[in-house]
């Protein structure tokens, strides 16, 4: 039974469930390594996530050895994702301030760590959100919008951001692309591209 529960696949179908409801900090830290041997397309850890952020700290500090290992390759975004939803109480704030300093680890990474250790925006953030947002890829932008939610008076915070002039225009919206090319809520008659 324990090893099946080290099956990936059966992560969200049952195993994590089981192994939340088990409360086994170091069965819990041994699956997260064997998911982490090939992390890729393991972006969220569905019911999972309860008994690993009983143990944030050293997940939290497996995630940043995964990544310095390069095992996730150009997926970078989805250690980012598992780094924001980490229990931020249960990290030390030294921890996520030193990655999120650490000029080594990705830029999604650095912006994860700053989301859990809360606090003001710094140069060094916004530095790091602009980068983020630049990107041609949409995922490389996850990072620095869950960093920015997590800011206090959100929207005075965006409000900075769309005027600084270093973020590219394309940042500001996306053109919709609607194969029906018909307008929607989320996609305005405005957005569709002539």
């Not at 939340?20 to 819990?28: C, H, I, Q, S, W």
């Not at 650095?110 to 041609?136: H, K, M, N, V, Y």
């Not at 990072?143 to 600084?164: G, Q, T």
């Not at 919206?173 to 307008?183: A, E, I, L, V, Y």
Request: aromatic share 8%.
């Amino acid at each position: 039974m324990r090893e099946a529960l080290h099956r990936r696949d059966l992560l969200h179908d049952g195993a994590g469930e089981i192994l939340t409801k088990l409360d086994d900090d170091e069965l819990t830290l041994s699956v997260l390594r064997r998911y982490l041997e090939h992390p890729r397309y393991l972006a969220h850890l569905g019911e999972f996530q309860t008994a690993v952020d009983r143990i944030s700290v050293a997940a939290f500090r497996l995630y940043l050895d995964v990544v310095r290992s390069g095992k996730w390759a150009d997926d970078i975004w989805t250690a980012a994702s598992l780094i924001a939803r980490l229990d931020p109480t249960r990290i030390p704030k030294s921890d996520l301030e030193a990655a999120f300093i650490d000029e080594t680890l990705p830029t999604g990474v650095r912006l994860a760590a700053f989301g859990l250790a809360g606090g003001p925006p710094t140069d060094r953030f916004w530095a790091l959100a602009i980068e983020a947002l630049s990107q041609s890829r949409e995922s490389d932008h996850w990072a620095a919008i869950k960093a920015l939610r997590r800011l206090p008076d959100i929207e005075s915070h965006f409000a900075v951001l769309l005027r600084n002039d270093k973020l590219p225009v394309e940042a500001h919206h996306k053109p919709c692309r609607s194969p029906q090319r018909r307008p929607t809520r989320s996609c305005p008659r405005s957005h569709f591209q002539q």
